[in-house]
């Protein structure tokens, strides 16, 4: 059965150190990884991962197109790596840089308004949507954390409500760490949504209902890397006993 790692963050080798250590800052957690594309490959071969979707936020509108760069020569250079891009409500010619990605080999976009600094639902972004929307590329979302609002799950709804045939995926369940609040919000919308970061925090009974609440017609794998070993995740996926069928649409047909 083919596995694939919906979520996962890579850094170039001379930021890498200091790009985890500021992630691990942000949510005071224990980083298991080093934040490369060779650790994050070399650490999901352990556990039969054959593809990862990468990405990484740009902090501010500068640094767009050198990440949209580095991810997609990351993707050249590793077979088994599928890239996002990045966007920023302040980058000045998004349709441009929308049409780069597409060029670039990239196959989506990855915004985390938390760590961005702007709303999700903000009119510079709604605008960049439609854009997205058009070209057809799937937005990964960085959705919930208690001591923000930028990417409270009723910013996404309001997205979907504006952008209905845009492929959105929520993160962690839909709300880190408000994940009931998100089940509110987000149980009965079309979006996609991953389990990164939040086995640990929910527990895996919890997890595995909200799976059957949400369905795993809806639900994607996700490690979080470097936040968490891919390896280890994977296995607390399986200790939740899905069939077959199940893990077959969780684990690569649902991101494919």
């Not at 439609?130 to 910013?155: C, M, N, Q, W």
Request: glycine share 6%; aromatic share 10%; proline share 4%.
């Amino acid at each position: 059965m083919k596995i694939i790692d919906s979520h996962a963050h890579i850094y170039t080798e001379k930021i890498s150190e200091k790009a985890v250590e500021n992630v691990g800052k942000f949510y005071n957690l224990e980083m298991r990884g080093h934040g490369t594309s060779s650790d994050l490959i070399s650490s999901g071969k352990k556990a039969g991962i054959e593809k990862y979707v990468v990405h990484s936020p740009a902090l501010n509108a500068e640094n767009v197109c050198s990440i949209n760069d580095f991810i997609s020569a990351q993707c050249k250079e590793h077979e088994e790596l599928i890239g996002y891009g990045t966007l920023h409500a302040d980058f000045k010619e998004p349709e441009k840089e929308i049409d780069r990605i597409k060029k670039l080999g990239l196959k989506g976009i990855k915004i985390h308004p938390d760590s961005q600094g702007f709303n999700l639902d903000d009119e510079r972004m709604m605008k960049i949507y439609a854009i997205i929307e058009a070209e057809k590329l799937p937005v990964l979302f960085h959705t919930g954390d208690y001591r923000f609002d930028y990417s409270h799950p009723r910013r996404l709804v309001n997205v979907m409500k504006k952008y209905p045939r845009m492929v959105c995926i929520a993160a962690r369940f839909g709300g880190w760490s408000i994940f009931d609040l998100a089940l509110e919000y987000l149980k009965d919308t079309k979006c996609y949504l991953d389990m990164s970061s939040s086995f640990s925090f929910l527990g895996l009974q919890r997890s595995k209902e909200l799976i059957k609440i949400y369905g795993p017609e809806r639900m994607l794998f996700g490690s979080d890397f470097p936040m968490w070993d891919p390896q280890q995740e994977l296995e607390k996926y399986y200790d939740m006993g899905f069939s077959q069928t199940e893990n077959e649409l969780m684990l690569s047909q649902n991101i494919s």
